[in-house]
């Protein structure tokens, strides 16, 4: 799951930096406060890379997901890349549970078949 759920946070990385370049076009917004917000989100993707397997990682995605999506009030196209980048967010989970599940059944009936080396 790690692994998927990573991969999913860094591309949203990119798209955060990509969201960020666009918004700067915004008259009404300064350069400082859309890097300072799109910064702390590209630095909270990074971050729960390393946290995603732990209690409430995956909760915390979540609420990334909601924001991205939430951010398409400043950067309209981020409604639409929001709610896939979500899409993409639950597959990894779903996805990544069930891979995570068959990696430890083969685990267990390779060690149940191997043979003892005592």
Do not use: N
């Not at 700067?24 to 590209?42: E, F, Q």
């Not at 989970?93 to 685990?107: L, P, T």
């Amino acid at each position: 799951m790690r692994m998927l759920c990573a991969s999913t946070l860094i591309s949203e990385f990119l798209v955060i930096g990509f969201a960020g370049l666009v918004a700067m076009k915004d008259p009404d917004l300064s350069v400082g406060t859309v890097w300072t917000v799109s910064g702390i989100a590209m630095v909270l993707c990074v971050a729960l890379c390393g946290v995603v397997t732990r209690p409430g990682g995956i909760a915390f995605g979540w609420a990334l997901q909601i924001a991205l999506i939430a951010s398409g009030f400043v950067v309209p196209s981020m409604f639409f890349l929001g709610a896939i980048f979500a899409a993409l967010w639950w597959a990894s989970v779903h996805y990544g549970r069930k891979i995570d599940e068959a990696k430890a059944r083969f685990a267990a009936q390779a060690e149940v078949s191997a043979p003892d080396a005592a």
